[in-house]
């Protein structure tokens, strides 16, 4: 794929959604961090309806640590893998009281040393919380590159590292989001929707539903 075509596959998905932003909800970057933490195999609707819960009375370092591990857990228990991380986020809090006064490090080695933080968690809250132009590569992101060719590669760190390369400067503290929400409601796994499709004729997917 040309650079011509990527620019223009941007252009649209930012006319579609000028302000593109993570479907997670919360009110700080500690919550978000927490949010991101537990969205891993899991659903955002998923992670929002236990998050609307405990956010609101415990939604600091403190809060959740006061909370306890098993409080905590019983909040998660319809989220997958809930006591890992119930048990992780536990951590984390302590760790951000004991090294960051609290606060969500602008650092991704400070960030990935965090339990339950890796590569994609700290993308995610380096993009969304401080602007940085990282790009977390989960399934629909890992999907949607391939399939449109926009950046094809064979593991999540290759496509991660040729989106950054490749997508034009302007667009790229956003792209993250408009690729997640394209693969996420449009260029679904099992039978992707081309015919709704706004970027159909760009993409390069040979065996497109028309």
Known sequence: MNTAKRTEIFQRLQAANPNPTTELEYGSTFQLLIAVI?????????????TRKFFPHHGTP????????????????TIGLYKTKAHNVILTCQMLLDLH????????????ALPGVGRK????????????PTMAVDTH????????RIAPGKNVLEVERKLIKVIPKP????????????????CVARKPKCPQCGISDLCEYKEKVL
């Open 101 to 112: 006064q609290g606060q969500v490090p602008e650092d991704r080695d400070a960030l990935e």
């Open 141 to 148: 992101i890992f999907r949607v590159a391939n399939r449109t």
């Open 38 to 50: 537990l969205s891993a195999q899991a659903t955002d609707k998923s992670v929002n309806l236990a």
């Open 171 to 186: 667009y790229l503290l956003d792209a993250h989001h408009w690729l997640i929400l394209h693969g996420r409601y449009v």
């Open 62 to 77: 403190q809060g959740l640590l006061a909370l306890g591990e098993a409080g905590l857990a019983d909040y998660i228990k």
């Open 121 to 132: 968690t700290a993308n995610v809250v380096l993009n969304t919380a401080f602007g940085h």
